[in-house]
């Protein structure tokens, strides 16, 4: 449905560095970022299975939500999307996008939503909807994996390629297919534990144990010059979709000088920590780096609404 034609984009970063960022952004109005990588696996899965409904969880201003939508619009397939809270008054652009797009959309408590991963809780879905293909939050499962190890090309040989993480699955395809002297860093945007090393480790050991992948933590940042790749939290800030004074300053910043937009979510923390790195000198000079651009621009409009700010790209 979408034919893949990389967008890469040269930048100079003040005096430290010159990038190249993958505009995945760019690669369609709907599905853009990640989230085809992630989705086009699935739903080639759910065609041969012969389901022709796909049911999926988010937020009420998830991007994945809103791509699914769209992709299965697409694929003329049937979508529900199992929305985490009670159903609001007015829906926010995300959801009236997705409902716009054919999705139905079926709100729990938040008490129902943790019980997502249960097999009492899938026997329900069975029962309310049917026979359907079941893809798991942020299109984290094999499927999304695999599929996200399509972004890169074989004949690019970056030594360090950089990206944001909510789930842990794009990082995963692209260690996955990357060269073993590439460095594949994750910028993980959750606060806490940073939970995503142990996740994409057990997800490595599933689907590649031939491999034998070890996914490192912070403590590779302790290293003078970055050696291996790993996934760090230090640049989650206050959270997950949280507002933080300096973040949006820096979003605007950048934006207006490189003309890249940003979410709030994702990429503005990615690009902040690229540029913290280089200037801590982590990343050599010299260093053939690429940014994968995740996309997720959808979302900058409810997260301006929730936070009361100025539009902008």
């Not at 929305?83 to 996008?97: A, D, F, Q, V």
């Not at 480790?201 to 031939?210: G, I, R, T, Y």
Request: positive net charge; contains cysteine; charged residues 25%.
């Amino acid at each position: 449905m979408i034919d893949y034609k990389p967008i890469i984009q040269s930048l100079q970063i003040k005096d430290l560095h010159t990038i190249d960022v993958l505009r995945l952004d760019s690669i369609h109005p709907d599905i853009n970022g990640n989230k085809w990588f992630k989705l086009k696996n699935n739903l080639q899965r759910a065609r041969e299975e012969n389901r022709s409904t796909i049911i999926t969880f988010g937020g009420a201003f998830s991007n994945h939500i809103a791509a699914t939508a769209s992709a299965c619009k697409l694929a003329n397939i049937e979508s529900v999307g199992i929305i985490r809270g009670e159903k609001p008054l007015h829906l926010n652009y995300t959801l009236k996008k997705a409902q716009a797009e054919g999705m139905h959309l079926h709100f729990v408590s938040r008490e129902d939503y943790r019980k997502k991963e249960d097999e009492s809780f899938k026997k329900f879905l069975v029962k309310i909807f049917g026979k359907h293909h079941l893809i798991p939050e942020g299109g984290n499962n094999s499927e999304g994996v695999t599929g996200c190890m399509d972004i890169l090309k074989s004949d690019w040989n970056y030594e360090y390629i950089i990206c944001a993480c909510g789930t842990s699955a794009t990082y995963l395809g692209l260690l996955c297919s990357a060269k073993p002297q590439q460095k594949i860093i994750g910028i993980n945007v959750l606060k806490g534990k940073n939970d995503l090393v142990k996740q994409a480790q057990s997800m490595a050991n599933k689907l590649f144990p031939e491999k034998k992948i070890q996914i490192n933590g912070n403590d590779a940042l302790n290293e003078v010059i970055i050696k291996n790749s790993f996934i760090t939290d230090q640049y989650s800030f206050s959270g997950y979709a949280k507002y933080d004074k300096l973040l949006v300053e820096f979003k605007h910043e950048f934006v207006k000088q490189y003309g890249i937009p940003l979410d709030y979510v994702y990429t503005t923390k990615l690009f902040y920590g690229i540029i913290n790195l280089m200037m801590k000198k982590k990343i050599p000079a010299d260093s053939k780096v690429l940014v994968i651009h995740s996309g997720g621009l959808q979302g900058n409009k409810g997260f301006e609404e929730r936070h009361h700010l100025a539009p902008m790209l």
